[in-house]
C-alpha cells in the first residue's frame, strides 16, 4: 500500500515555492529522511536552503529535544523578506535561524485565534475570516480585527462554504490584485433541507447537521454576489438576480480553493463572472462595475447534456487590456479553448483545435498574447500522458514544450520566465527538471530514485492496451501482478474501473501514485485509465 511503498521513492520534490528573482525552494525525500533545497534559474545551481546538520544542532540545545539533520520536525519554511533567515514551527514554537551565524531564537509568529479558516490578501497584510455569519478581516500585524458586513444571520451569511456534499468554515472569496475589494456572496440556503448524519464510534454518537439540498428539492443554495470594499467598509451588491450555488466546473463553488468562476482586472475595476445554472447545461458569461455593482452580459453557452470548463481548474479567462475573453468549450466534441469579443460578445476564433483535450490553461502572457496550456492525446503513445504546450493567441504557432514521453506534471514560475516539470510513467520512474518559457532545459533538479522500493522484490505494474467492444478503440490500462508470480498457475482477474459520466477511470500515469501501489496482490489485477 501507499504508505510503506511512498517512503521507499526517493528525489520526487515537494511544492516549490518561489521567491524574488524566480528561485525557489522545496522539500524532498531522501534516503536518510529528507532535505530542504534551493535552486536559482539564473545561476543554474542546486544547493542546500540551509545547513542541516547545523540548524539540527542548535534546535536540539533549544528545545532539549534531539534531532538529526536529515530528519528535522518540520516540513514548511518561510524565507525573511531579505532571506537572512529562516523561519518555521517545531517542538510547539515558532523559531528563527540565522543563515549566516547560525543563532536559534524565538520566533515572533502570532496567528489569529481563527488562522486555519483565513483568507489573506495578496499583499499578506490582511486576512479575512467568518464570525458570526459576517465577514471580517484581521490585520496579519497588529491582529486588529475589523467587520466588514453587519446583516448575515444563520443560513443567510456571507461567504458561506457550503456545497451540501463539502463544508468547511473557511470563507470562500476572492482578493481584488490591489488587496482592497472582496469578491464574494450572501448565501440565502434557509430554505434548503437538512441533512442529519451520526458519527460512528465506541460511546454516544455525536450528531451532524447542515443544509443539503437533494436532487429534486424545490429549494437549493442560492448565492447574491457581492463586493465588499474593505479600507472603508462598504457592501456593493451586483445588480444581478440570485444565482444558484454552481460553478462551472462543478456544484462547490470553491472547488479549488477559492471563489471559482471570477476573475478579477488588474485594476480592480471590473470583476468579471459566470453564472451556472441549476442543471449546468447552461453558462453566462458577465462583468460587474466594481464601484456601482452594474452588471452587463457579455455571452452565453447552452448544452444538451452538461457544461465543463475543463478539468482541475477554471479555464477561462478576462482580458480587460484588449477586452477580449477565452473560453472553454467542447463544442467540437473536444476540449479547447477560444477567442472572444468582450464588447459585442461575439466569437472572434478558435485557439486550439484537433484531436485532442485541453485540461487546463496555466498562464496567460498578455504583452506576448501567448498561452501556456496542459493537454492531452495530442503526442503518440498513452493519450492519457499530459505535456505543456504554448500557442499564440491567434491559434498559431503551438509548441510543445514538455518533450519526453510521461505524464508530465507542471508548475510555473509567477514571473512566468521558467517552469518546474516533473515526469514520469506508470512503470518507469522519471526526474524533476527546471526549463525555460521556450522550453529548453536549465537544471536537472531531481531524479527519482526507487532502489530502496525495488529491493523489496517490488515491481513496477505493466501498461496494456486491448480493444474495446467495437473492436477498434484502444483501452489503456496497467496490469499489477503477484510478485511471487507463478508462470504455470492460473489466477483470476480483478477489474478495477471507475467508468463515471465526467471522465474516464482513475488510473494515473505518473510513477508518483505507481509507487503507491499494493506489493503484494493474491491475483492478477488490471487497472484502466
Avoid: C
Amino acid at each position: 500500500m501507499g504508505y510503506n511503498t511512498q517512503a521507499l521513492v526517493d528525489g520526487i520534490p515537494g511544492q516549490p515555492h518561489w521567491l524574488p528573482g524566480d528561485r525557489f525552494w522545496y522539500r524532498v525525500l531522501t534516503a536518510k529522511g529528507s532535505e530542504f533545497v534551493l535552486v536559482d534559474p539564473v545561476r543554474k545551481t542546486r544547493t542546500a536552503a540551509f545547513d542541516h546538520a547545523r540548524l539540527a544542532a542548535a534546535l536540539s540545545e533549544a528545545s532539549g529535544k534531539t534531532y538529526e539533520a536529515g530528519r528535522l520536525p518540520f516540513r514548511d519554511i518561510a524565507f525573511s523578506p531579505d532571506e537572512k533567515s529562516v523561519s518555521f514551527a517545531a517542538a510547539g514554537k515558532s523559531w528563527q535561524y540565522n543563515l549566516s551565524s547560525g543563532q536559534l531564537s524565538p520566533g515572533d509568529a502570532q496567528p489569529g485565534p481563527n488562522a486555519q479558516n483565513e483568507v489573506e490578501s495578496p499583499n499578506g497584510r490582511l486576512a479575512a475570516y467568518i464570525k458570526d455569519y459576517n465577514l471580517w478581516v484581521r490585520d496579519t500585524k497588529t491582529n486588529q480585527a475589523t467587520q466588514l458586513t453587519t446583516d448575515g444571520v444563520k443560513d443567510y451569511g456571507y461567504a458561506t462554504d457550503n456545497a451540501g456534499w463539502t463544508h468547511s468554515d473557511q470563507p470562500v472569496l476572492r482578493w481584488s490584485p490591489d488587496s482592497r475589494k472582496i469578491a464574494t456572496f450572501r448565501q440565502d440556503q434557509r430554505a434548503v433541507g437538512d441533512m442529519y448524519l451520526m458519527t460512528t464510534n465506541v460511546g454516544h454518537p455525536t450528531l451532524k447537521a447542515w443544509k443539503y439540498p437533494l436532487a429534486g428539492d424545490k429549494d437549493i443554495a442560492m448565492i447574491e454576489r457581492v463586493i465588499i470594499e474593505v479600507n472603508s467598509p462598504k457592501v456593493v451588491r451586483l445588480q444581478v438576480a440570485p444565482d444558484p450555488h454552481r460553478a462551472s466546473l462543478s456544484d462547490d463553488i470553491s472547488s479549488s480553493g477559492t471563489f471559482d468562476d471570477v476573475d478579477w482586472s488588474p485594476d480592480a475595476s471590473q470583476l468579471a463572472f459566470v453564472s451556472t445554472s441549476r442543471d449546468h447545461k447552461q453558462e453566462k458569461l458577465r462583468v460587474a462595475d466594481a464601484a456601482t455593482g452594474a452588471v452587463r452580459d457579455v455571452f452565453a453557452e447552452t448544452v444538451a447534456t452538461q457544461y465543463e470548463s475543463g478539468q482541475h481548474a477554471i479555464n477561462w479567462r478576462y482580458l480587460p487590456k484588449t477586452k477580449e475573453v477565452i473560453w472553454y468549450s467542447e463544442r467540437d466534441d473536444w476540449g479547447h479553448l477560444y477567442l472572444y469579443d468582450a464588447v459585442s460578445g461575439t466569437l472572434k476564433h478558435q485557439i486550439t483545435k484537433g484531436n485532442f483535450v485541453v485540461t487546463q490553461l496555466l498562464r496567460v502572457d498578455e504583452a506576448k498574447r501567448q498561452l501556456y496550456f496542459l493537454a492531452d492525446g495530442r503526442e503518440p503513445g498513452n493519450p492519457y500522458f499530459t505535456h505543456l504546450y504554448r500557442i499564440g493567441l491567434d491559434g498559431k504557432n503551438l509548441t510543445l514544450l514538455t518533450p519526453e514521453a510521461g505524464n508530465h506534471q507542471v508548475a510555473l514560475a509567477p514571473s512566468g520566465r521558467y517552469f518546474l516539470d516533473t515526469y514520469s510513467q506508470p512503470d518507469k520512474p522519471g526526474a524533476t527538471v527546471l526549463r525555460g518559457a521556450d522550453g529548453k532545459l536549465i537544471l536537472t533538479v531531481e531524479k527519482t530514485d526507487i532502489s530502496r522500493l525495488t529491493a523489496t522484490g517490488w515491481k513496477a505494474p505493466a501498461p496494456i492496451t486491448v480493444k474495446a467492444q467495437d473492436g477498434r478503440t484502444d483501452l489503456y490500462g496497467l496490469m499489477f501482478t503477484p510478485t511471487t508470480l507463478d508462470p504455470a498457475k492460473k489466477y483470476p482477474i480483478i477489474n478495477y474501473i471507475y467508468p463515471g459520466p465526467q471522465g474516464g477511470a482513475w488510473v494515473a500515469g505518473r510513477f508518483r501514485r505507481r509507487a503507491a501501489i499494493i506489493r503484494r496482490w493474491p491475483s492478477w489485477a488490471l487497472w484502466w485509465w
